[in-house]
């Protein structure tokens, strides 16, 4: 049984860490993005606020996210056995109010991943990265080359750069997020639950240690 938050910048691998966790671990991951999305779909209340913010191009609030989190946890059937947590909390307000959420239905957190990666890497990763305009499969041009320049090696599509994978916008995304973020990781360092990785070393390495590290005694949640 293990309660988890992966947290890291874009470009740091969570996608990957994330479905590595599930499968390993058997852990239900839960995505604010996939929340919202669900939400939306189904037109519940927050649902319909959330999208409103949305069309609007504006940010959804901290108490709109942070109700949404609780109201997945505590409807919950599938946490007996533990779960992972993506996407939240991203502002130390949030950290504080998922605190009371967990407290309520006595699940607390038992480790939060770290994936500490740094600019030039995840400037590399995410200015390489490529999506088929037709699928939307993935690749990478040095990581995870298609067969062919420019074209998908799934459905033959045409491959393209999206426009916020550039240089300057990338350098004013992770300045936001660390803004944001530094104060969360040094709140659960503080107690104890922070687990730095090293996100800047090749994805089989970072899984293979992380696997390796939540399996030793006194990890793992009893």
Do not use: W
Request: charged content about 30%; overall charge positive.
């Amino acid at each position: 049984m293990m309660r988890l938050i992966l947290m890291g910048p874009p470009g740091a691998g969570k996608g990957t860490l994330a479905g590595l966790l599930k499968d390993a671990l058997k852990l239900p991951h839960i995505s604010t993005g996939d929340i919202l999305r669900e939400e939306m779909k189904n037109g519940s209340t927050l649902g319909s606020k959330a999208k409103g913010y949305i069309e609007a191009g504006a940010l959804v609030p901290d108490e709109l996210v942070t109700a949404l989190v609780e109201n997945r946890l505590a409807k919950a059937k599938d946490l007996k056995n533990g779960f992972m947590l993506d996407g939240f909390p991203r502002t130390l307000q949030q950290a504080k109010d998922l605190d009371k959420i967990l407290a309520k239905i006595k699940q607390p957190i038992d480790k939060v991943l770290y994936i500490d990666t740094t600019l030039p890497v995840v400037i590399q990763r995410l200015t390489g990265r490529r999506v088929c305009r037709k699928c939307g499969s993935g690749f990478h041009v040095l990581n995870r080359p298609p067969k062919k320049a420019g074209i998908c090696d799934n459905c033959q599509g045409e491959l393209y750069q999206r426009p916020d994978d550039n240089e300057e916008t990338i350098r004013k995304r992770m300045d936001v997020y660390l803004s944001t973020t530094l104060p969360i990781v040094a709140y659960y360092e503080k107690r104890g639950s922070l687990l730095k990785l090293n996100g800047d070393a090749e994805s089989e390495v970072l899984q293979e240690q992380l696997l390796k590290t939540l399996n030793e005694p006194g990890i793992q949640h009893k």
